[in-house]
Each structure stands twice: as C-alpha cells, then as structure tokens.
C-alpha cells in the first residue's frame, strides 16, 4: 500500500519540475526581427534564442527605455548574450538560452547593433509575457520613435556577472556582417551564479534569469 502510495505521487512530482522550451530565431531570413516577436512562457520555462544571420544581439531593456542596457537596482547591467556573428552559409547556428524565474515580470529586449544603421529604431525588439497595460506593439512602437543612444557601433567589450544571470565575456567590430565578432563564455561555458540571491548555474548557454520587475 505504502509503495503504490509513492508510486501514485511520481507523475505529480515530475509534472512540479516539468517546464516547456520555447525557441525564438533571431533574424531569420537576414531580416532585423525576432520570431516570434513576444512570448507568453510560464515561470521555469526556457526560451532558446537561434542565431541565424548578420551580427545581432538579445539584450534586456526596459518598457520605458527601449533601445537602452537595462541596469538593475544594484548597479549590475540586464541580460545580454553579446554580439553573435553568423557567416553566409552557416549550417550550425549559435544558441543563447535563459531560464525564467518569475513570469510575473514582464522582460523586455532589443538587438544593439546599429551599424549600418541602429535595429532598435528598426523595430528588432522582443517581449516576454507583455501585458494589455505594456504590450509588444506599444514597445516597438517607442522602440521605433527613439534615438539611438545606446546601441552599439564600433568596438565593444563587454563582461556580465552575477545576479543577471550571464558570465563571459564579448568583444565584436558592431556591424552586420563583420567576422571579428568574437564571443567567449556567454554562449558556451559552464559557470556557477548567483540570481536574485539563489544560486543557479550556467551550462551549455544557460542562463539563469531572476523575476525583474520592470
């Protein structure tokens, strides 16, 4: 009786961990979009970013600020997987993966290259989990009518740790087609950090993201 009982709580104990992996192409068909453009995910769900052509980035914004780094209330920078070239012909793509924790929390991305021109201002942004309140279109319409004060062009080195969830670093020449991007750690090494005071850990392109409130 006792191991039926256990038995019976196995399917509910698996269903308590089980989580759904969503897949998002980035640029396909050398277009400046994301695809899907906003997704609605549950709290320990995964979404996959597939890098597909050009030179783009994932990088968190705000709903306010769309085409800007988004900086936490610690000082620490939001998610970015860095510059990820991909060359004409590419058959096997890079992919940048984060975890969320809180889907409560609306997240809000944009791609930083803006050389030639900025693809912010092009509308290459993403939502996840928009509300009617902030919705995607709303965010890419401001996205759309904004400056590009911070979107990237030249050379640029960047370094994220700890509670945003990324490690690794990123040097890239910010243009569309430019082969000198280079990305180390952010997209493929195995590191232990630190989100929203719980430890997690990044493997193979995992990001651990915490509930951002934005």
């Known amino acids: 009786m006792r191991f039926s009982t256990v038995f019976a709580l196995l399917p509910l104990i698996g269903a308590a961990f089980a989580q759904t992996n ?11 979009t994301y695809s899907p453009s906003e997704l609605t995910v549950a709290s320990g769900d995964t979404v ?22 988004m900086t936490n209330a610690d000082g620490t920078p939001g998610v970015d997987s860095g510059f990820q070239f991909v060359a004409n012909g590419t058959t ?23 050389t030639p021109v900025s693809h912010c201002q092009k509308g290459m942004v993403f939502a996840l989990n928009p509300t009617a309140q902030k919705s995607f279109a709303a965010f890419q319409a401001a996205a759309m009518a904004t400056t590009a004060a911070n979107t990237t062009t ?6 994220t740790t700890g509670s945003t969830g990324t490690t690794g670093s990123t040097t890239a020449s910010g243009t569309d087609a ?28 995992v990001a ?3 509930g951002l409130v934005l």
Do not use: D, E
């Not at 969503?22 to 400046?32: I, K, R």
């Not at 096997?92 to 803006?114: D, E, G, H, L, V």
């Not at 030249?154 to 370094?159: A, L, P, R």
């Open 92 to 114: 096997t793509f890079q992919q940048w993966t984060i975890t969320i924790n809180n889907a409560s929390a609306p997240m809000w991305f944009y791609c930083r290259q803006a």
């Open 154 to 159: 030249g050379t640029t080195s960047n370094t």
């Open 22 to 32: 969503h897949v998002v192409q980035v640029g396909p068909n050398g277009t400046l």
């Open 178 to 205: 430019s082969p000198s991007a280079v990305t180390t750690g952010s997209a493929s090494s195995a590191s232990h950090i630190k989100a929203g005071g719980t430890a997690g850990v990044l493997l193979a392109g």
């Open 208 to 210: 651990v993201v915490a």
């Open 48 to 69: 996959s970013f597939q890098f597909l052509s050009k030179n783009h980035t994932v990088t968190q914004s705000t709903f306010a600020s769309p085409c800007s780094n």
